[in-house]
T-cell receptor, first 111, second 113 residues
Framework: ELKVEQNPLFLSMQEGKNYTIYCNYS?????LYWYRQDPGKSLESLFV?????AVKQEGRLMASLDTKARLSTLHITAAVHDLSATYFC???????????FGTGTQLKVEL | DAGVIQSPRHEVTEMGQEVTLRCKPI?????LFWYRQTMMRGLELLIY????????DSGMPEDRFSAKMPNASFSTLKIQPSEPRDSAVYFC???????????FGPGTRLTVL
């Protein structure tokens, strides 16, 4: 059974600071996703990572994938209040269309 | 594009009643997924369809839950009879073969009293 773990579960940080969210998964995967969910809202796709060493960046967010370590990171640079949300990683298994979601990391950026 | 459409957005019902949730996927997408989100269990995949055919329903919690996709532009998730523990947000998502990125609808917040 594929398991996906994120840490931390909760993260409170000040504006302007940097931090990293980690996503570990238990079995071989050929793609990894990062989603954002605002309170009471739906999930919005942020990044899709498809190969070892893949790096994607959008604004203050940068995601990377190490398939050998079964680890993805979401790095936040110079956080701003608007980044406050819950971030989920999701892993897809080779040859399938199911995604297994992590527990989510609730990020709060203090003004 | 209108994105994935779900209805109703909120549903409050009493235990024992039948509940039907509806989803219209993005036009042209051939995969449709139903998820349930709760604080305790997080985001769980219930069932998914490919070209209107159910592929994997291993996440459906019990026989009270059923899902159908009569055509490419419509799917339903039915709970009968509903129980308080079914209270959750139910999301529908769709994707295109080869893309794999799933696009989520706004969700239906279900409360069973």
């Amino acid at each position: 059974e594929l398991k996906v773990e994120q840490n931390p579960l909760f993260l409170s940080m000040q504006e302007g600071k940097n931090y990293t969210i980690y996503c570990n998964y238990s079995t071989t995967s050929d793609r990894l996703y990062w989603y954002r969910q605002d309170p009471g809202k739906s999930l919005e796709s942020l990044f899709v990572l498809l190969s070892n060493g893949a790096v994607k960046q959008e604004g203050r967010l940068m995601a990377s994938l190490d398939t050998k370590a079964r680890l993805s990171t979401l790095h936040i640079t110079a956080a701003v209040h608007d980044l406050s949300a819950t971030y989920f990683c999701a892993v897809g298994r080779r040859g399938g269309n199911k995604l297994t979601f992590g527990t989510g990391t609730q990020l709060k950026v203090e003004l | 594009d209108a994105g994935v459409i779900q209805s109703p957005r909120h549903e409050v019902t009493e235990m024992g009643q039948e509940v039907t949730l509806r989803c219209k996927p993005i036009s042209g997408h051939d995969y449709l997924f139903w998820y349930r989100q709760t604080m305790m269990r997080g985001l769980e995949l219930l069932i998914y369809f490919n070209n209107n055919v159910p592929i994997d329903d291993s996440g459906m919690p019990e026989d009270r839950f059923s899902a159908k996709m009569p055509n490419a532009s419509f799917s339903t998730l039915k709970i009968q009879p509903s129980e308080p523990r079914d209270s959750a947000v139910y999301f529908c998502a769709s994707s295109l073969a080869g893309s794999h990125t799933q696009y989520f609808g706004p969700g239906t917040r279900l409360t069973v009293l």
